[in-house]
């Protein structure tokens, strides 16, 4: 089973604009988050796919894998898409290039069930760790999912899931960290598969997949990382790696 790491990078960005190029302890966030994705060992290969040419410098320049993707890309997996079209390879895993500090165990576990699943019934697979601060909860920035009792995903949402209506319902609540695993077929199908109601009024990739019958297999984790979304999450992470 040929398993490649793929990572993402628009030089633009929302809430903080050039922010995979921010400096981290010396390096550009973008970079640092490659070298974790490598340093795991987990991967065949590792790439940065990107529509920036400031980006694929700083990857090349680092002696690192660098992919130019067209600018037009809606998601990160449509920029994946592109880029694998033409390998051979059965598992790709989209690894966040705002996440410096992905970690092995993390990574294996999605992998994992992979390996353990002999009927080829789940197409792609990605963690969620558990939360308990309401404001994180009901933040419409952090994205929620619900399982069944296989954990495979319901759905997700911006929105509190499930709603608590019975308050003695002891209920724990699921943050989606956005790594995926994906077999090639799915990443391929999902790029020639038009957009539905329900991703277009969340704007979450994910749920594309439901929406046409695919099978996500979510792996708890209770690494929660830092994602850098914002410049305060920059200053976070900066004394974190300190």
């Known amino acids: 089973m040929k398993i490649i790491a793929m990572i993402p990078a628009r030089y633009a960005a929302s809430r903080f604009p050039g922010k995979l190029m921010q400096d981290l302890a010396g390096k ?20 940065v796919v990107t529509d920036s040419e400031v980006i694929f410098k700083a990857i090349e320049e ?28 059965d598992i790709i895993v989209n690894v966040q290039g705002d996440e410096p500090f992905t970690d092995k165990e993390s990574l294996a576990g999605v992998l994992e069930v992979f390996k353990n699943d002999s009927s080829g019934e789940i197409d792609l697979a990605s963690l969620m760790t ?18 069944d009792n296989r954990d495979f995903a319901l759905y997700f949402s911006r929105s509190p899931i499930p709603y608590p209506r019975n308050k003695d319902i002891q209920i724990t609540y699921y943050k989606h960290k956005g790594i ?22 969340e704007k979450i990739e994910a749920i594309r997949y439901l929406e046409y019958g695919k099978k996500i297999k979510m792996v708890e984790t209770e690494v929660t990382g830092i994602e850098i979304d914002t410049p305060e999450d920059l200053e976070r992470a900066i004394a974190a790696w300190n």
Request: proline letters at 7%.
């Open 180 to 201: 995926y695993a994906f077999r090639k077929s799915a990443l391929m199908d999902f790029q020639r598969l038009p957009m539905l109601p329900l991703e277009n009024a």
């Open 28 to 47: 550009p966030v973008i970079l640092r988050t490659y070298e974790a994705a490598v340093n795991t060992g987990l991967f065949s290969e590792v790439y």
């Open 130 to 147: 558990p939360i308990t601060d309401w404001e994180e909860i009901s933040n419409p920035n952090t994205v929620k999912v619900i399982v």
């Open 62 to 89: 680092a002696g690192g894998k660098a992919l130019m993707s067209s600018a037009e890309h809606a998601c990160g997996s449509d920029r994946i898409a592109e880029a694998v079209t033409p390998m051979e390879v």
